[in-house]
C-alpha cells in the first residue's frame, strides 16, 4: 500500500505525544471546504508516493524519539483491510497509533479497537445529522457516523470528537443542535477553518471566524459538553 504524503514530525496532530503523520488517497465525502482535495479528487503522483516499506524504516530509526504515528486522509479507513498489517508492524515497534475518521466505518473501528491496533481515534462530526448531505453524505453513512459516535462514547478508547467550524456553514443554531446529539464525557474539539486549499474554490475566499466567534462557539459547547476546547491548526 502507499500513501502519499508524509509529514515527519507533528507536534498537533497527535494529541500530548510527538508523531509523524501518513496521508491516505481517496475518501467517501465531498466536504466542500476540505483542505486535502488533492487526496480526495485528485489523482496521486506517483512522486509523493510513500511505501510502507519506507515508513517502518523510518520508525525503526526513530525509536525512543517519536512516540507515535498518525493516518489522516482522505479518509483511511476506506482501506482498513491494508492498513492491518501494517498496523501490526508498527505496534510491534512499540509505537503508538493514532486515526482520523469521518466516521463512517464503525465496524472498522471496532474491529481495530478489539485488536488492540489503534490507540487514538479522532473522529469529525461535520455538522447537525441533518445538515450532513451537503458534505455528500448519504443517510445510511449519517446513520453510520452516529454508529461510531455512540461506540467511543461508551469505550475506554482514547478519542476525541472535533468539528471544523466553517464561516457559512456553521451558524451558533447550528452548534447548539450538534453539541445536543454528542454525549457529553466526550472531549469536543473546536477547530477554525484553513482556507489554504478546498474542493470548492469558492471556499478558497473564505475568511476563518474571528477570534471572538470562535469563543462565542466554545460557549456554547461547554454549556452541554464539559469536555469542549479550541484547537489552533495552525
Do not use: W
Not at 96 to 101: E, F, P
Not at 134 to 145: H, L, P, W
Not at 164 to 182: A, R, Y
Amino acid at each position: 500500500m502507499n500513501f502519499y504524503g508524509f509529514k515527519k514530525t507533528t507536534l498537533i496532530d497527535f494529541p500530548g505525544k510527538i508523531a509523524c503523520t501518513v496521508f491516505t488517497h481517496g475518501c467517501n465525502f465531498r466536504c466542500p471546504f476540505c483542505h486535502n482535495p488533492e487526496l480526495v479528487t485528485g489523482k496521486p503522483k506517483r512522486s509523493e508516493a510513500v511505501s510502507e516499506k519506507e515508513i517502518l524504516q523510518f520508525l525503526g530509526k526513530r525509536k525512543g524519539r517519536l512516540d507515535g504515528i498518525v493516518f489522516t486522509g482522505g479518509e483511511p479507513l476506506l482501506h482498513t483491510d491494508m492498513l492491518i498489517p501494517l498496523l501490526r508492524k508498527i505496534k510491534a515497534l512499540g509505537f503508538l497509533v493514532k486515526i482520523d475518521t469521518n466516521g463512517t466505518f464503525p465496524e472498522d473501528l471496532e474491529m481495530l479497537a478489539a485488536k488492540k491496533l489503534v490507540d487514538f481515534i479522532a473522529m469529525d462530526f461535520k455538522t447537525q445529522p441533518e445538515r450532513y448531505s451537503a458534505m455528500g453524505a448519504s443517510t445510511q453513512d449519517i446513520e453510520k457516523v452516529l454508529m461510531s459516535l455512540e461506540f467511543l462514547s461508551s469505550h475506554t478508547l482514547q478519542h476525541e470528537i472535533r468539528t471544523t467550524l466553517v464561516p457559512g456553514i456553521h451558524t451558533e443554531d447550528i452548534i447548539k443542535k450538534l453539541v445536543s446529539v454528542i454525549p457529553p464525557q466526550n472531549t469536543y474539539v473546536l477547530q477554525n477553518f484553513v482556507p489554504n486549499g478546498t474542493i470548492d474554490p469558492s471556499f478558497k475566499s473564505v475568511k476563518p471566524f474571528p477570534s471572538e466567534h470562535m469563543r462565542a462557539f466554545l460557549a456554547i459547547a461547554l454549556n452541554v459538553l464539559p469536555k469542549a476546547i479550541l484547537r489552533d491548526q495552525q
